[in-house]
């Protein structure tokens, strides 16, 4: 019997933090760096380029991304939501299964624990969590990847 692959995305124009889960165990996860780049179209080709290939690389069943929150900047709403359909678009011409949660939706998926309310706390309780559940210390961009992947595993125990 085939492997089911998930691979979960947390998303940004700079650096997009992914996990492997094989058959809802977690097995690997990283983070696809272009921070480096100041030309912002460069950089959102480089970035939706990276991340078809780690989606091709890893033959993936399932995407868990998180959905665009409204935010003040309108000019990062804008390339979120560009990575954000590109993603769909590979899904859909690859036949993968596309999930997607809100930011509060994932995290209640995880823990009921109070989380706090701001972007540093959310990072930290992210990054705390992922020590707490799998012995491992990332970065938060990793953290979300892991636990947006995770959420949707305990959506379905």
Request: charged share 25%; aromatic share 8%; proline share 1%.
């Amino acid at each position: 019997m085939k492997d089911t692959i998930l691979v979960g995305l947390d998303t940004s124009s700079t650096k997009t933090g992914w996990s492997y889960y094989v058959n809802g165990n977690f097995t690997d996860s990283g983070v696809l760096n272009f921070s480096k780049q100041k030309n912002s179209d460069i950089r959102m080709q480089d970035m939706v380029n990276s991340i078809y290939e780690k989606l091709s690389a890893l033959k993936v069943d399932i995407v868990a991304i998180e959905t665009t929150a409204v935010t003040r900047n309108a000019s990062s709403q804008r390339m979120l939501t560009m990575i954000l359909g590109a993603v769909y678009g590979w899904c859909v011409n690859n036949n993968v299964e596309f999930v997607m949660f809100r930011p509060s939706e994932w995290r209640a998926l995880i823990s009921k624990e109070k989380k706090g309310r701001k972007r540093d706390e959310l990072k930290q309780w992210s990054v705390q969590t992922v020590e707490k559940l799998f012995n491992k210390k990332v970065n938060d961009d990793e953290a979300d990847a892991i636990l947006i992947a995770q959420a949707l595993v305990n959506k379905y125990e």
